[in-house]
């Protein structure tokens, strides 16, 4: 039988299962045996952001439909109440100590280019973002056309928004 990898479970990948729980532990220790795990609260969560889910009935939905792939990223069954308690728990500690290890290991991995600068890089990208007049009225651009401006600063010698 052939096995074909979801666009989640590449994702997935990059977030090393061990850092996750290092972290886990660090932060709330041993949780209650019978309580949603991070780790498959942390699928739900991602599978919703990039889904563009806008409520819990919506993510269990769409989990649900999707049973076979969530057995392949580990992670449990989910119902709405466990996921809505899960998130009333959620310490942004965790969340943030996650996001800089993650961090860390991007800027060890940055390659160093053969060039140097008396100062750091940076440079600027304004992207123009088109949105709906009829959702988002506040954002004029024209008179028929709404969109606003985003604005970012990339770090030149680690390829990263600074």
């Known amino acids: 039988m052939a096995y074909n990898s979801s666009v989640l479970s590449q994702l997935l990948k990059l977030l090393p299962r061990h850092e996750f729980e290092k972290q ?3 932060v709330d220790g ?16 991602t599978i919703g952001q990039l889904g563009g889910r806008r409520s819990l009935r919506d993510i269990e939905a769409t989990l649900r439909s999707q049973g076979h792939h969530r057995y392949h990223l ?11 308690r899960a998130n009333e728990q959620l310490d942004y500690r965790f969340y943030e100590g996650l996001f800089q290890s993650l961090y860390r290991r991007c800027m060890s991995s940055t390659r160093s280019h053969g060039f140097r600068f008396k100062n750091k890089l940076f440079s600027l990208d304004a992207s123009l973002i088109d949105v709906s007049m009829k959702v988002f009225p506040w954002v004029k651009f024209g008179r028929k056309k709404s969109a606003f401006k985003l604005h970012l600063d990339h770090d030149g010698a680690n390829f990263l928004q600074a």
Do not use: T
């Open 74 to 84: 580990g992670s449990q069954s989910i119902s709405r109440s466990a996921l809505g």
């Open 24 to 26: 886990a532990n660090r």
């Open 30 to 45: 041993k949780r209650r045996s019978d309580a949603l795990s991070r780790w498959s609260q942390f699928i739900a969560l």
